[in-house]
């Protein structure tokens, strides 16, 4: 049984007002009467009633305007009208449609059809009267929904605030809410200078994927603040998205770690399209493969951390971007693709253009630039290394530690899966008089141990990476090597001494191998600009001193001081 | 898209054949291809024979086959993938989890 209506009546003939009225009441619903259209149009502004009857010609105003001003009055609301005419030809019909009326009756009245079509205008006004409602549910719940991604995305921005990625060699393109399509883009410096860098992909989109990405980030920015290799970052990003993620939930991503003073770039992929390694003042590209699977599907046991190790040049360039940029589609349904791409590098003449161009050949291929592109540029440029921003100690550094020595070793079991460097350094940052030198010292001990773990303890001979090819080798031996390790080690001497007016680290490190002829190898890595090695000669230059001993076991370095240089 | 399961005539092996894109859209209908059956298979085949498309929702629904079939020890046998679907499956390195043919 439809629900009780107001039922408004408009018709100037007494009688058929009456006969309408009373078939209208007998039907259940309340009428309300008006003789003519100045009447009706008051009458619904006062008593805003459902449904109208409405007689097409009458006195001081006629039907068809009193429709158009009461469908203007009811606005959203479908307030239905039905005609009551006698009129027949088809002219005069739609007029009373133009109007705003949605239905006609003709006259004599008939009962039965009368009350059926009251009830069907009734549905018909229920379901507009639904759609409304729904309509203002889902704008409210979009509102809601846009202003709680708003929240999200500030906490988010906290997290994993903008890094580095505003360091002139940067360049990228990323919606500001790229985060929601799943795409993360991360950058920061390491203490030694040089840079880590991580472009991801979740699986899926809005929350979910947003919610992976905040302990990637922390993850990211808190173990690269503290030293921590590339290897070391990509297990524990692994092993945390393994055991918070849902199986059918990871992140495709490609890390780097750039060292602009070794002129060297540490890659791994899993998942995402080919990066490329863009040679400078060459048409060769090398492409960063995928060679592993996704962040989150394997177990921390069977992850496979190998990395690919490169040469770099100044003027090289490496692009990283996410499959929204190879799958890009127009407006026929095409993919943009590899191809597309890959005729944009083949084209290109000038290098930093390159950004721009494959930019510009997204817009032209599909007419706008749409949010789910990640799109990033390394480059390596000649004026000058980035620097890093000093670091921030949540301590005063009061209680300063000023006279002590340490030793530590390092053995083969552990070299080959621990990376002693954050440790030590941490400790050495207790001494407030070092911290200003961190990035000095982080650079000077990460050379002086891969120095002493690469040709000491593992033989290594570095005039292998005198080509591309033989630096490849030489890191294909190096993990060979590393992963069958036994024996060695590589010791740390740190000694902290006060002095009148400040201090003095004196760090000796020696490891198992053959011993070096120090000098001769320094006069070779200054002499030539070649691949292999700047190691010493960026170990000299930072350090105030710098002495073998004469077996060529060991180095020593030293760092001082004074007070109130803080 | 149209996902259609078979047992084999021992019920060791379950086909499972998606036609047209393999995306988020296709996840229901794609679980209960593997959940509704009466015995649990030894083995399962994913024919992707008529699949044009396989995004990388579809691979997070390939990974919960895998887990349901038993993780490490799931024998599942991916078929018939036409090159683009061959690509993405080789760019996500997932010819160490299944056997791609």
């Known amino acids: 049984m439809p629900a009780r209506l107001t039922v408004l009546i408009a018709e100037d003939n007494a009688a058929d007002r009456m006969l309408l009225s009373t078939i209208v009441s007998r039907q259940g619903h309340r009428t309300l009467t008006a003789s003519n259209g100045l009447e009706a149009v008051a009458l619904f502004e006062q008593e805003r009633p459902q449904l109208v009857l409405m007689d097409a010609l009458m006195p001081l105003m006629d039907g068809f305007e009193a429709a158009r001003r009461i469908k203007q009055m009811a606005g959203e609301e479908l307030v239905p009208i039905i005609f009551l005419t006698s009129l027949t030809e088809g002219e005069a019909l739609v007029r009373c449609l133009e109007a705003g009326g949605d239905d006609f009756l003709a006259k004599p009245y008939n009962r039965v059809i009368l009350e059926a079509k009251i009830n069907a205008m009734d549905r018909l006004r229920r379901l507009q009267d639904t759609v409304l409602q729904q309509r203002d549910l889902i704008a409210k719940h979009n509102e809601h929904l846009l202003s709680e991604q708003r929240v999200a995305k500030a906490v988010f921005d906290k997290v994993a605030h903008s890094g580095c990625l505003d360091s002139p060699s940067i360049r990228y393109l990323q919606s500001p809410y790229a985060v929601f399509n799943g795409d993360l883009l991360l950058a920061a410096f390491k203490p030694s200078g040089g840079m880590h860098v991580l472009l991801g992909d979740f699986t899926g989109h809005g929350l979910p994927a947003a919610i992976g990405a905040m302990p990637v980030a922390e993850v990211f920015y808190g173990m690269t603040a503290k030293g921590h290799s590339l290897t070391e970052i990509l297990r524990e990003i692994n092993a945390k998205l393994k055991r918070i993620l849902p199986v059918g939930v990871f992140c495709c991503a490609t890390l780097l770690n750039i060292s602009f003073q070794r002129r060297l770039v540490e890659v791994w992929n899993g998942g995402l399209p080919d990066g490329y390694l863009q040679r400078a003042g060459t048409s060769t590209r090398t492409p960063l493969v995928s060679r592993h699977l996704p962040l989150g599907v394997l177990t921390p046991a069977a992850f496979n951390d190998q990395c690919e190790f490169y040469p770099l040049e100044l003027g090289d360039r490496i692009f990283l971007l996410s499959d929204g940029v190879l799958e890009a589609c127009n407006s026929q349904g095409e993919l943009f693709g590899e191809a597309r791409l890959l005729e944009v590098f083949a084209n290109n003449h000038e290098p930093a253009q390159l950004f721009v161009e494959i930019q510009q050949a997204l817009t032209r291929f599909r007419g706008e630039l749409h949010d789910d592109v990640s799109l990033v540029e390394i480059s390596l440029l000649d004026e000058g290394i980035p620097s890093r921003p000093p670091l921030v100690f949540a301590d005063s550094g009061q209680n300063s530690p000023l006279d002590w020595s340490a030793t530590f070793e390092f053995r083969g079991e552990t070299l080959r899966r621990f990376n002693p460097l954050p440790f030590l350094l941490q400790l050495l940052l207790e001494v407030q008089g070092l911290r200003p030198q961190a990035g000095v010292l982080f650079t000077v001990f990460a050379e002086l141990y891969s120095n002493a773990l690469e040709h000491g303890v593992l033989g290594l001979d570095s005039a292998l990476k005198c080509d591309a090819k033989g630096f490849a080798e030489y890191y294909r031996q190096r993990s060979e090597r590393l992963a069958n390790l036994e024996e060695g080690y590589v010791r740390f001497h740190l000694q902290i001494v006060p002095e009148p007016n400040g201090g003095r680290l004196i760090l000796r490190i020696e490891d198992s191998g053959q011993g070096f002829d120090g000098p001769a190898i320094l006069r070779q890595q200054l002499g030539i600009d070649s691949l292999c090695g700047r190691g010493l000669a960026l170990v000299r230059q930072l350090s105030e001193r710098c002495t073998w001993p004469a077996d060529g076991k060991g180095v020593s370095v030293e760092f001082s001081w004074s007070r109130g240089h803080n | ?101």
């Open chain 2, 1 to 101: 898209m149209a996902i259609t399961s078979q047992p084999s005539a021992d019920g060791q092996e379950l086909t499972i054949v998606i036609q047209g894109r393999f995306d988020f859209g296709a996840h229901q209908e794609f679980r209960d291809a593997y959940e509704r059956v009466d015995r649990s298979p030894e083995r399962y085949i994913v024919d992707l024979k008529g699949t044009s498309y396989l995004d990388s929702s579809a691979l997070g629904m390939l990974l919960l086959l895998r887990d349901h079939a038993g993780g490490d020890h799931a024998q599942i046998r991916l078929l018939n993938c036409n090159p683009d679907v061959r690509k993405i499956l080789a760019i996500s390195n997932f010819e160490q989890l299944f056997k791609i043919a």
